[in-house]
């Protein structure tokens, strides 16, 4: 009798694990694509730090990635269970702050630029920023990433639970959990390795192999643009993501999208939802800009 409980209790773990399994690997697949924007985003956002504070201000912002979804994973749940509504407002939210702050990093940049032409300008700059407490700037660094990493974090947090809510609540919450750890390890592993690459090139440079001397090389000229382009990719994905979740929150605007582009190849169909993201989520960043500054003016302050 005792025997037959054990193996009754094994197959029920056995059917367990392979119910956990299967749902994880979907839910994987389906947040691949958040995942890339969340890689890109955080690896932009220690641009201005010091090569020594590098690792320190990646897993500053990997421990509140970490807190995020620990606050969101039981969040999700609750809501899934008493206030399903929610989670769509909820996102659509988190998609319009995002895309705030996308413009927002669109407006320094072109204020940076500007700025960078005029000597006077750039002397003002550099000498604010010789002033600046190092561990202040850091701490805004680390604060902005992790604010980012909520939104993102959210949306795989809910991409992970449409696909687990019919399943029963122990496999929600291994896989929820399971996905969160995962995602989190390796997304700033991977930003860890990348912030580090011209650390290896200069490490390489010095070593007595010519082989290994070139390769430095190349990695020392390539660090830089691959920041720059993780930059520029960061600031699109704000606006990608952000607008793809009040696409998605708009059922109306989302079914039309489907049906201009069912009829299309795979790829154009891909890159017109993607432009149509782009584009909705630049205008609804802009609206959210020109109401914060409203705000701020009718308060007497200036953003």
């Known amino acids: 009798m005792a025997g037959s409980s054990l193996l009754t209790l094994l197959d029920d773990i056995a059917t367990l694990l392979d119910d956990i399994s299967v749902m994880g690997k979907v839910a994987a697949k389906k947040t ?27 897993w500053g912002v990997a421990k509140g990635s970490f807190l995020n979804k620990l606050i969101l994973v039981p969040l999700a749940l609750l809501i899934s269970a008493f206030a399903p509504w929610l989670i769509t407002p909820l996102l659509m939210i988190g998609g ?15 204020q940076h630029d500007k700025q960078e032409k005029s000597p006077e300008a750039r002397q003002q700059r550099l000498d604010k ?14 604060k902005g990433a992790v604010r980012t990493d909520f939104i993102l974090s959210a949306e795989i947090v809910a991409i992970t639970l449409g696909i687990v809510s019919d399943a029963p609540l122990l496999n929600q919450v291994l896989i ?10 390796g997304v700033y592993g991977i930003v860890a390795a ?24 190349f990695l020392l000229g390539f660090a830089p643009w691959l920041m720059k382009i993780l930059t520029v990719v960061g600031t699109l994905a704000m606006f990608l993501v952000g607008g793809g979740i009040i696409v998605h929150g708009l059922t109306p605007l989302h079914h039309l999208i ?5 009829d299309m190849s795979g ?4 890159l017109l939802s993607n432009g149509a993201n782009l584009v909705l989520g630049f205008i609804v960043g802009s609206i959210v800009l020109l109401v914060v500054n409203l705000i701020a003016k009718l308060r007497g302050k200036s953003v």
């Open 129 to 142: 920023l010789a002033q600046q407490d190092p561990r202040a700037f850091e701490k805004d660094k680390v």
């Open 194 to 217: 990348i912030v580090k690459i011209d650390d290896l090139g200069d490490w390489l440079t010095k070593k007595s192999s010519s082989v290994a001397q070139a390769i430095g090389g």
């Open 96 to 110: 319009a702050y995002l895309c705030y702050e996308g413009v927002e990093k669109v407006l320094h940049s072109l």
């Open 258 to 262: 489907e049906t201009l582009t069912g």
């Open 32 to 58: 691949a694509g958040v995942l890339g924007d969340d890689l890109s985003l955080n690896a932009q956002q220690v641009t201005g730090v010091k090569a020594n504070r590098e690792l320190p201000v990646v």
């Open 267 to 270: 790829l154009v169909a891909s």
């Open 176 to 185: 929820l959990a399971g996905i969160a750890i995962l995602v989190t390890i």
